[in-house]
């Protein structure tokens, strides 16, 4: 079915943000959407697709020129993810952790020699990042990491797993960064190169859904990098993650939207077209009211995912609002997919329609980047609970 959108809100988007949502907005349209259930079905990574994001540098979009990034801020990759959503989650959530948590830990607590010799090859696409925290016994309690690092010689040897770990294992994967217990109450970060001894990728998962999107478990067994890999200072690691993890609610909460908008677009394009009882089913009030609200959650939604990369990009103390965003969105998404194959009926249910693979994408948006209960819990805290 052809791709339709919705007249969205603006807010008070100026004109390079207006360009920049006009341009991936396209791109999804005629690049994505057509080979979109292709990928999704045969479980392949989008090379191709990645490589013109690169192109458009929106691998780069909210890093400095300097270091080859497209100098946007964070308003701009909202509008970039959610546009991505709207037709594919698998391609969005790429670009969500190559850019939000592969890169980020580099650009914030990395040294210039750091940024120096990995900036330059992720902002351009070259390669990706990835982001190594959750294990078997670190997921919702990522304080509890039991990978070890310790200093032999001038190296950090790592012994450790990881999993559920996002673009580590393609291709073009370049570095992952992991958090690593280097003390007995010390967990610190450290740059690990594909391709270093000792650090293998498995085998990728089987998932419900983000099939064309790379998710595997890491192992680390007397892997070896220079004592310089360490990210910022050492013991820092916990608090460096959780601002990584700031930053990464941003992008999963603009797929929320994204993912929702797009629901409400093939759902209102199906229930216009399809004929029930002598007239489009669309002018029937119980499916007017399922639209009618879901527009509604969204554009509520939408403001405060927008709100919270505003904050960010003002400088503001953004953590409560991009919890609070994080956990809207991926409800919502989950609801409006729900009820955009609702309205499709039996066909809602068949793989050929969007909304079919929409529904199996959702709900990994309340669980990832911290579980509804983890952005609870951050919300309860900020309030004084």
Excluded at 119 to 128: A, H, Q
Excluded at 181 to 202: C, F, H, K, M, W
Excluded at 330 to 352: D, N, S
Aim: aromatic share 8%; net charge negative; glycine share 12%.
């Amino acid at each position: 079915m052809p791709i339709r959108y919705l007249v969205g809100m603006d807010f008070d988007l100026g004109d390079e943000h207006r360009l920049i949502q006009r341009t991936v907005r396209d791109f999804a349209a005629q690049e994505v959407a057509p080979v979109a259930e292709e990928l999704d079905r045969e479980k392949r990574f989008p090379y191709e697709i990645v490589r013109k994001l690169a192109e458009l540098g929106l691998m780069g979009i909210p890093f400095p020129q300097e270091y080859g990034g497209g100098g946007g801020d964070s308003l701009a990759y909202a509008l970039a993810v959610e546009e991505l959503t709207r037709v594919d989650s698998s391609v969005a959530i790429t670009l969500c952790a190559h850019t939000s948590l592969g890169t980020q830990p580099i650009y914030l607590f990395g040294s210039e020699a750091q940024k120096a010799e990995w900036l330059p090859r992720l902002t351009s696409g070259e390669v990706l990042g990835a982001f190594g925290l959750t294990e078997p016994e670190a997921g919702s309690d990522a304080g509890n990491v039991r990978t070890r690092a310790r200093l032999e010689g001038g190296e950090w040897v790592i012994d450790g797993a990881k999993q559920f770990i996002t673009n580590a294992g393609t291709e073009i994967s370049g570095v992952v960064c992991i958090t690593a217990r280097t003390g007995e109450d010390e967990v610190s970060n450290l740059i690990v190169a594909n391709g270093t001894p000792g650090y293998e990728q498995g085998e990728p998962y089987r998932k419900m859904g983000w099939n064309a999107s790379d998710t595997r478990p890491l192992t680390f067994a007397d892997c070896r990098v220079p004592e310089e890999n360490l990210l910022g200072p050492r013991g820092m690691g916990f608090r460096q993650f959780l601002q990584v993890l700031d930053i990464g609610r941003i992008g999963v909460a603009a797929m929320g939207v994204g993912l929702a908008q797009g629901a409400l677009d093939e759902a209102l394009a199906y229930a216009k077209e399809r004929q029930a009882f002598g007239q489009p089913i669309s002018r029937f009030q119980s499916i007017q009211a399922k639209l009618a609200d879901m527009a509604t959650e969204i554009e509520a939604t939408r403001l405060l995912v927008y709100k919270s990369a505003r904050m960010k990009d003002r400088g503001e103390n953004f953590s409560l609002t991009a919890a609070q965003a994080k956990l809207k969105s991926g409800r919502l998404a989950v609801r409006c997919c729900e009820e955009a194959v609702q309205i499709h009926g039996g066909y809602g249910y068949i793989e050929e329609y969007p909304v079919c693979r929409f529904y199996r994408d959702a709900k990994i948006l309340t669980i990832g980047e911290g579980t509804d209960e983890v952005q609870q819990m951050v919300i309860a805290r900020a309030l004084g609970a």
